[in-house]
């Protein structure tokens, strides 16, 4: 049964650094993974897709990397912002089928001025 | 702007009493889902249409039914909530099932039972 681990729960790092933030995955037979950002009693913002055949993606300051092999994918942020601050939650796609989306809890990321 | 829409954005209803939530999108896509996210929990998909063609995951309770009139608009039926259904309720769509379709979300409908 494939399982989407996000740790920490919770970061707090002062603005203007650089992070990372994890997603790690129990079956490496994914399709595809997905980062989203979710700020707070609001639905969730696609930031970045990374299909399996893919090592990573790029989208301003973020980057997002995959490896299959070890079941790990990052999101680096760059020159982190206050506006930053919101759950970043990653979710993979086993397969075609959309029963097989599976998240992570997140990873609430709290940027001090 | 294309988008996905959810309606209400805050929901309460009486524990027991019928409660309908709304999607509608302007994106044309083929596939709808519904989500249920609790406090601090990842979403949790309940079931999806692709086109007319409804698919139900195998755990989400018989309480909960779905809708789809027609392409732009989907419903979350919940027959008899309990205290236990109180959660965030996310629609989302996507072109298609296959390929690197990436998931559109709306802003999601906080329902409260009381």
């Known amino acids: 049964k494939q399982e989407v681990t996000q740790i920490p729960a919770a970061l707090s790092v002062p603005e203007g650094e650089n992070l990372v933030l994890n997603c790690s995955f129990t079956d490496s037979a994914i399709y595809n993974l997905q980062w989203f950002r979710q700020d707070p009693g609001k639905g969730l913002t696609s930031l970045l897709l990374i299909q399996s055949s893919q090592r990573e993606q790029t989208s301003g300051r973020l980057n997002a990397s995959l490896d299959k092999s070890s079941g790990r994918s990052t999101l680096y942020i760059a020159a982190s912002q206050p506006g930053d601050s919101a759950t970043y939650l990653c979710?993979?796609?086993?397969?075609?089928?959309?029963?097989?989306?599976?998240f992570g809890s997140g990873t609430r990321l709290s940027i001090r001025p | 702007d294309a988008m996905v829409i959810q309606n209400p954005r805050y929901q309460v209803t009486q524990f027991g009493k019928p409660v309908t939530l709304s999607c509608s999108q302007t994106l044309n896509h083929n596939v709808m889902y519904w989500y249920q996210q609790k406090s601090s929990q990842a979403p949790k998909l309940l079931f999806h249409?692709?086109?007319?063609?409804?698919?139900n995951e195998a755990d989400t309770p018989d309480n909960f039914q779905s809708r789809r009139p027609n392409t732009s608009f989907c419903f979350l039926d919940i027959r008899s909530p309990g205290l236990g259904d109180a959660a965030m309720y996310l629609c989302?769509?996507?072109?298609?099932?296959?390929?690197?379709?990436?998931?559109?979300f709306g802003p999601g409908t906080r329902l409260t039972v009381l």
């Open positions: 249409y692709y086109d007319k063609d409804f698919n």
């Open positions: 989302a769509t996507s072109r298609e099932l296959a390929g690197g379709n990436e998931q559109f």
């Open positions: 979710a993979v796609r086993l397969d075609s089928s959309a029963s097989k989306i599976i």
